[in-house]
């Protein structure tokens, strides 16, 4: 680790300061600080009192992030934890309610890039890909463990792979020989289980298969959906939160929230007076999900999944 450098592009960062418009003395949470390149921002923003929680389940990324932090002082306060357990680390913090919530999901290009970590095919290096190496199962352990009908099922879900239950079945076959235990091995199992000339050749015939145990490995979506409830019940009225997904499944679970959010009544047509009493809880502050420009995509190739959806608690 000491020679290794956490460097990461925050994503769309002139969009997430426009959606969360932070001011000074304001409260924040960033809820995947990872390098802290956005959390800074923010700091910056809200001088000279404003405080910022950042919680990260990467002990490796919080480490960064308060070397990052650290001439903010105590404005910034960090946190080891999933955002899905937001409500209960800011009570622990005596903080109630917060003006603005960010969620940049996803691992960040220094978890991708250093191999040992498990989250690439690039390199070789044990088949791990926890965000949290404290708890919870490895990739290895899956792959070695879960049903065929299982794995194809993940493959299929969190992937959309083509090939799932095919690539499942050639992992069961090796796996009754040796055990799985390296990116490497995993990888060329799925390229020589694909038929050939049907993945096109810019795209690793075995990221579907990284994504879909990356996603499997720390839960990602069910984190994604519990924390969007906590995450909006911290908000204060008025209050901004952004999201920034990367695939489609994320995108797909974060705008139906906020649909589901804006939608007023809901009683059956024809009723003479409306009994749900529902009304909307928040303003949509991206009508369409925002993308980052040309030029950032440029720099950072990684941005061009980027969509941020921000709201505005009513
Ligand atoms: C894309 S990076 C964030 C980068 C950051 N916005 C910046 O500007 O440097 C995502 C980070 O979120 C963390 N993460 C992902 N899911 C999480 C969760 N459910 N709870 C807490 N941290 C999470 C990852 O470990 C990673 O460090």
């Given at each position: 680790?000491?020679d290794?450098?956490?460097?990461?592009?925050?994503?769309?960062?002139?969009?997430?300061l426009?959606?969360?418009?932070?001011?000074?003395?304001?409260?924040?949470?960033?809820?995947?600080?990872?390098?802290?390149?956005?959390?800074?921002?923010?700091?910056?923003?809200?001088?000279?009192?404003?405080?910022?929680?950042?919680l990260?389940?990467?002990?490796?990324?919080?480490?960064?992030?308060?070397?990052?932090?650290?001439?903010?002082?105590?404005?910034?306060?960090?946190?080891?934890?999933?955002?899905?357990?937001?409500?209960?680390?800011?009570?622990?913090?005596?903080?109630?309610?917060?003006?603005?919530?960010?969620?940049?999901?996803?691992?960040?290009?220094?978890?991708?890039?250093?191999?040992?970590?498990?989250?690439?095919?690039?390199?070789?290096?044990?088949?791990?890909?926890?965000?949290?190496?404290?708890?919870?199962?490895?990739?290895?352990?899956?792959?070695?463990?879960?049903?065929?009908?299982?794995?194809?099922?993940?493959?299929?879900?969190?992937?959309?792979?083509?090939?799932?239950?095919?690539?499942?079945?050639?992992?069961?076959?090796?796996r009754?020989?040796?055990?799985?235990l390296?990116?490497?091995?995993?990888?060329?199992?799925?390229?020589?289980?694909?038929?050939?000339?049907?993945?096109?050749?810019?795209?690793?015939?075995?990221?579907?298969?990284?994504?879909?145990?990356?996603?499997?490995?720390?839960?990602?979506?069910?984190?994604?959906?519990?924390?969007?409830?906590?995450?909006?019940?911290?908000?204060?009225?008025?209050?901004?939160?952004?999201?920034?997904?990367?695939?489609?499944?994320?995108?797909?679970?974060?705008?139906?929230f906020?649909?589901?959010?804006?939608?007023?009544?809901?009683?059956?047509?024809?009723?003479?007076v409306?009994?749900?009493?529902?009304?909307?809880?928040?303003?949509?502050?991206?009508?369409?999900?925002?993308?980052?420009?040309d030029?950032?995509?440029?720099?950072?190739?990684?941005?061009?999944?980027?969509?941020?959806?921000?709201?505005?608690?009513?």
């Amino acid at each position: 680790m000491a020679d290794e450098i956490f460097q990461h592009y925050s994503v769309m960062p002139g969009e997430v300061l426009e959606c969360l418009h932070p001011q000074s003395g304001e409260v924040f949470l960033d809820g995947t600080v990872g390098g802290a390149g956005h959390a800074c921002l923010i700091l910056e923003a809200t001088a000279p009192d404003g405080v910022l929680v950042g919680l990260d389940r990467d002990r490796e990324a919080l480490e960064a992030a308060s070397r990052r932090l650290a001439p903010f002082g105590d404005r910034a306060v960090l946190r080891h934890g999933n955002f899905a357990d937001a409500d209960r680390i800011l009570a622990e913090l005596g903080i109630a309610a917060v003006d603005g919530i960010l969620l940049d999901l996803g691992v960040s290009s220094f978890q991708l890039d250093t191999a040992r970590r498990g989250f690439s095919f690039q390199s070789d290096a044990p088949l791990d890909m926890r965000m949290d190496t404290s708890a919870g199962l490895t990739a290895a352990d899956v792959v070695n463990s879960m049903s065929i009908d299982d794995l194809t099922r993940i493959f299929r879900e969190y992937g959309e792979e083509r090939y799932a239950r095919r690539i499942a079945r050639r992992i069961d076959q090796v796996r009754a020989e040796t055990p799985l235990l390296t990116t490497r091995e995993l990888a060329e199992l799925v390229r020589d289980a694909v038929p050939k000339g049907r993945v096109p050749s810019r795209i690793h015939p075995a990221t579907r298969v990284f994504q879909a145990l990356r996603i499997h490995v720390n839960a990602e979506l069910d984190s994604l959906r519990d924390g969007l409830q906590r995450a909006m019940a911290l908000l204060k009225p008025g209050g901004r939160m952004a999201v920034i997904s990367f695939h489609s499944l994320e995108d797909r679970i974060v705008k139906q929230f906020f649909r589901g959010k804006i939608q007023v009544c809901t009683c059956p047509p024809g009723l003479p007076v409306c009994v749900c009493n529902r009304t909307a809880e928040v303003e949509l502050l991206t009508r369409k999900g925002l993308r980052a420009g040309d030029a950032e995509v440029e720099a950072n190739p990684r941005a061009r999944s980027a969509v941020l959806r921000a709201i505005r608690r009513l």
